[in-house]
């Protein structure tokens, strides 16, 4: 047999490997390289999931033989709804999709809990590191501004302005004002953190339902960088 230069390209278009293929269509990357080297032709089972995956007819992605006819297919999505790397809906069940949801439900309580308890899922695994790293930083944010507020202001702060006396130290009137602008500022920050935090975990939550790998801003790179060691263990 010829080697299968289609599905090859179709593939590299998309920037997946071997193993990602695999992965999202439920076999091990050696069939999809026998594939691609024309070792070995896919079962009329996998043809009609790699259809799926690509968007393509099976014969455009050069998986029929010279005596082989082309079967009805079934619709497919648009390619350009998976092109960043999310599996079809109908290929996610419902538990996932569900599963993935929660994770984001109780800030990193939910995210940390489902990546526990759903590791095997790279589609929950996705979503719960995105949970626990967004919700995670927050925290840590607003820890972090608990601890400027407390080192500037006085042992009772009131609303502000703020009379600051730096560690119950006195200061002078110029240097007060200094603090309280740092202060304004670091409220203004994790404000504005806070409602991000807010928007994202609303579209984390339908992202989810709909079974899309959405990535959020900042947490989703790193969440798509350590799902795939996490499933080696």
Same mark, same amino acid.
């Given at each position: 047999?010829?080697?299968?230069?289609?599905?090859?390209?179709?593939?590299?278009?998309?920037?997946?490997?071997?193993?990602?293929?695999?992965?999202?269509?439920?076999?091990?990357?050696?069939?999809?390289?026998?594939?691609?080297?024309?070792?070995?032709?896919?079962?009329?089972?996998?043809?009609?999931?790699?259809?799926?995956?690509?968007?393509?007819?099976?014969?455009?992605?050069?998986?029929?033989?010279?005596?082989?006819?082309?079967?009805?297919?079934?619709?497919?999505?648009?390619?350009?709804?998976?092109?960043?790397?999310?599996?079809?809906?109908?290929?996610?069940?419902?538990?996932?999709?569900?599963?993935?949801?929660?994770?984001?439900?109780?800030?990193?309580?939910?995210?940390?809990?489902?990546?526990?308890?759903?590791?095997?899922?790279?589609?929950?695994?996705?979503?719960?590191?995105?949970?626990?790293? #967004? !919700?995670?930083? =927050?925290?840590?944010?607003?820890?972090?501004?608990? *601890? +400027? &507020?407390? @080192? /500037?202001? %006085?042992?009772?702060?009131?609303?502000?302005?703020?009379?600051?006396?730096?560690?119950?130290?006195?200061?002078?009137?110029?240097?007060?004002?200094?603090?309280?602008?740092?202060?304004?500022?670091?409220?203004?920050?994790? #404000? !504005?953190?806070? =409602?991000?935090?807010?928007?994202?975990?609303?579209? *984390? +939550? &339908?992202? @989810? /339902?709909? %079974?899309?790998?959405?990535?959020?801003?900042?947490?989703?790179?790193?969440?798509?960088?350590?799902?795939?060691?996490?499933?080696?263990?």
């Amino acid at each position: 047999m010829k080697p299968n230069y289609r599905l090859k390209e179709a593939r590299e278009q998309r920037g997946w490997s071997q193993a990602r293929v695999a992965e999202q269509i439920g076999t091990d990357a050696g069939n999809v390289s026998r594939w691609e080297r024309g070792y070995s032709s896919p079962s009329p089972y996998y043809r009609e999931k790699l259809s799926t995956l690509f968007g393509k007819e099976v014969g455009d992605l050069g998986l029929l033989g010279e005596n082989d006819h082309v079967p009805p297919q079934p619709r497919t999505p648009d390619p350009a709804g998976i092109a960043s790397g999310e599996q079809p809906l109908e290929t996610l069940a419902l538990a996932s999709r569900i599963l993935a949801s929660l994770s984001y439900s109780v800030f990193w309580w939910t995210g940390l809990l489902m990546l526990l308890f759903s590791r095997k899922d790279r589609f929950v695994r996705f979503h719960s590191l995105q949970s626990l790293l #967004l !919700f995670g930083g =927050i925290t840590l944010c607003n820890v972090v501004f608990i *601890g +400027i &507020v407390s @080192a /500037l202001s %006085g042992p009772a702060p009131n609303l502000m302005p703020v009379h600051t006396t730096l560690l119950s130290q006195p200061v002078s009137q110029g240097q007060a004002g200094f603090l309280d602008s740092i202060i304004v500022l670091a409220v203004l920050c994790v #404000l !504005f953190l806070n =409602i991000g935090a807010a928007l994202a975990w609303g579209v *984390g +939550i &339908v992202m @989810a /339902l709909r %079974g899309r790998y959405y990535k959020l801003p900042l947490v989703g790179h790193f969440s798509e960088k350590m799902k795939a060691p996490l499933s080696s263990h």
